[in-house]
T-cell receptor
Framework: AQSVTQPDIHITVSEGASLELRCNYS??????LFWYVQSPGQGLQLLLK??????LVQGIKGFEAEFKRSQSSFNLRKPSVHWSDAAEYFC??????????????FGRGTQLTVWP | DGGITQSPKYLFRKEGQNVTLSCEQN?????MYWYRQDPGQGLRLIYY???????QKGDIAEGYSVSREKKESFPLTVTSAQKNPTAFYLC???????????FGPGTRLTVT
């Protein structure tokens, strides 16, 4: 079964500092990987996705993520955090291999606090 | 503007009453999903539908029901059988053959 682990429940960084949010997945074949962001009381917005090819993917709002097959990880990074990045971040995985089911499996989320 | 709408944003009900949450999309997406979100638990799948007039149970379907009579609409009914209905409910949709899902703004349901 697929599962997604986000080891950090809550991270606090200062504005302007770099950020890395961790995500590990368990799935035998090549996964389709996603990062979503959620502001309080809002829906989820897709930040970026990885399907194949270059293991470093760029997303919106200056975020990037790197797929490391050997570590089963897909960590989200940003070089310089802005106060507006404070939100909850979710990693998700979908089963690949031609399945049309399209189920997403979500991690429990990492809450990001940004200090001014 | 294309997107997913959920209404209402806040919903209050008394225990023992059924309540229906609306989800509409004008993205021409084939698949639609309902998730429940509780603090610290991520998103849990309630029901999903890949085509009109067909839907499947997700991981926590007990106490919920859905219908898919039109491609653009996927309403969720929270029945009185749902033991702990107070939560944030999110609807999502996706194109056939793709994997990324797009989410509505959510409905916060409070049952007292």
């Amino acid at each position: 079964a697929q599962s997604v682990t986000q080891p950090d429940i809550h991270i606090t960084v200062s504005e302007g500092a770099s950020l890395e949010l961790r995500c590990n997945y368990s799935y035998g074949a090549t996964p389709y990987l996603f990062w979503y962001v959620q502001s309080p009381g809002q829906g989820l917005q897709l930040l970026l996705k990885y399907f194949s090819g270059d293991t470093l993917v760029q997303g919106i709002k200056g975020f990037e993520a790197e797929f490391k097959r050997s570590q089963s990880s897909f960590n989200l990074r940003k070089p310089s955090v802005h106060w507006s990045d404070a939100a909850e971040y979710f990693c998700a995985v979908a089963r690949g291999g031609g399945s049309t089911l399209g189920r997403l499996y979500f991690g429990r989320g990492t809450q990001l606090t940004v200090w001014p | 503007d294309g997107g997913i709408t959920q209404s209402p944003k806040y919903l209050f009900r008394k225990e023992g009453q059924n309540v229906t949450l609306s989800c509409e999309q004008n993205l021409n997406h084939d698949a639609m999903y309902w998730y429940r979100q509780d603090p610290g638990q991520g998103l849990r799948l309630i029901y999903y539908s890949q085509i009109v007039n067909d839907f499947q149970k997700g991981d926590i379907a007990e106490g919920y029901s859905v219908s898919r009579e039109k491609k653009e609409s996927f309403p969720l009914t929270v029945t009185s059988a749902q033991k702990n209905p107070t939560a944030f409910y999110l609807c999502a949709s996706k194109e056939a053959g793709r994997y990324e899902q797009y989410f509505g703004p959510g409905t916060r349901l409070t049952v007292t």
